[in-house]
């Protein structure tokens, strides 16, 4: 089972940054896709960002040219960098690993699952 520890999760005002981590310990990630789900309150779970092993991206079109996903391999952890943050982007945000490719934004596909870090956003 790979362990997933996310991080970086915090309460900002709407237009603000953030930046979010994930890191492994035991696995190395460069060899599984990677993805950033978020959750918020009473909905469901959603894809945000999927990065896979070749390096192709895929974003929700809700956070298109505010979010950018990257992984650093030395550091063995995945980045979400969230700019022009907005009200409705208030959830809890979770990565996810597979070791199978392409999986793109679908959630149910994803094997490994963080424990999630809480991002608020006020208007």
């Known amino acids: 089972h790979v362990q997933l520890v996310e991080s970086g999760g915090d309460s900002v005002q709407a237009g603000g940054s953030l930046k979010l981590s994930c890191a492994s310990s035991?696995?190395?990630?460069?060899?599984?896709?990677m993805g950033w789900f978020r959750q918020a309150p009473g909905k469901a779970r959603e894809g945000v960002a999927h990065?896979?092993?070749?390096?192709?991206?895929t974003y929700a079109d809700s956070v298109k040219g505010r979010f950018t996903i990257s992984k650093d391999n030395a550091k063995n952890t995945l980045y979400l960098q969230m700019n022009n943050l907005k009200a409705e982007d208030t959830a809890m945000y979770y990565c996810a690993a597979d070791s199978r490719w392409w999986l793109g934004l679908q959630t149910k596909s994803y094997t490994h699952w963080g424990q999630g870090t809480q991002v608020t956003v006020s208007p």
């Open positions: 990065l896979d092993t070749d390096g192709s991206t």
């Open positions: 035991r696995y190395s990630l460069s060899r599984y896709c």
